[in-house]
């Protein structure tokens, strides 16, 4: 089945200690990208990559860090997490073709105290 | 100036009837992209529908779809025959050609609908 899975799905943290989100798909997709969604306004990009190697800042990139070592990895770092990360992040993912839907991992529930 | 609106935070409809959900964008781009995504309470987003910019028809998909109007740039998703488990944020997203290689989603704020039995 074709899909991406994004561990934790919730996670409660205190402020400073640092954590990773992974996200993997099994659909061979050059292109992958996280987004936060917070209450009333909608999805937000964090950081995105083309391939293996290769990522880039999205809109909100402050105090995240992501690495694409492997096609199908993109794991989203917060090395010093802060209460305004308190958020649902998702991964996403898509073979990259205009108008090609991307895949969205089931959410992150992230909490940081 | 916000790139998508969806202007009907919240909506109602009655079990079985149609719906519409409003989106309007911001592009300058010619060639760009609109799709709807479903998020129900389960928090997952679902795919349901999309339109690219040169597109003469306007997109369906089952029970869905998108009345795709370009010089309003508009785009609306209809729901034909509402059923109980339609309930949901439905948000409307775009991607722009301009964004290169970056195949970002800009997203709306979304509409929380209600379908009442």
């Known amino acids: 089945e074709a899909q991406v899975t994004q561990n934790p799905r919730y996670l409660i943290t205190v402020t400073g200690k640092k954590l990773t989100v992974t996200c993997s798909q099994n659909?061979?997709?050059?292109?992958m990208s996280w987004y936060r969604q917070d209450p009333g306004l909608g999805l937000r990009q964090i950081y995105y990559?083309?391939?293996?190697?290769?990522?880039d800042k999205g809109d909100v990139p402050e105090g995240y860090k992501v690495s694409r070592k492997e096609k199908r990895n993109f794991p989203l770092i917060l090395e010093s997490p802060s209460p305004n990360q308190t958020s649902l992040y998702f991964c996403a993912s898509s073979s990259g073709l205009a108008g090609v839907e991307q895949y969205f991992g089931p959410g992150t529930r992230l909490t940081v105290t | 100036a916000q790139k998508i609106t969806q202007t009907q935070p919240g909506m109602f409809v009655q079990e079985k009837e149609a719906v519409t959900l409003d989106c309007t964008y911001d592009t300058s781009d010619q060639s760009y992209g609109l799709f709807w995504y479903k998020q129900p309470s389960s928090g997952e987003m679902i795919f349901l529908i999309y339109q690219g910019s040169y597109d003469e028809q306007n997109a369906t998909e089952g029970r869905y779809s998108l009345n795709f109007q370009k010089a309003r740039k508009s785009a609306n998703l209809v729901i034909s025959a509402s059923q109980l488990g339609d309930s949901a944020m439905y948000f409307c997203a775009m991607r722009e050609a301009s964004g290169g290689s970056n195949y970002k989603l800009t997203f709306g704020k979304g509409t929380l609908l209600t379908v009442n039995p």
């Open positions: 990559s083309m391939n293996v190697e290769v990522t």
């Open positions: 659909m061979n997709h050059e292109y």
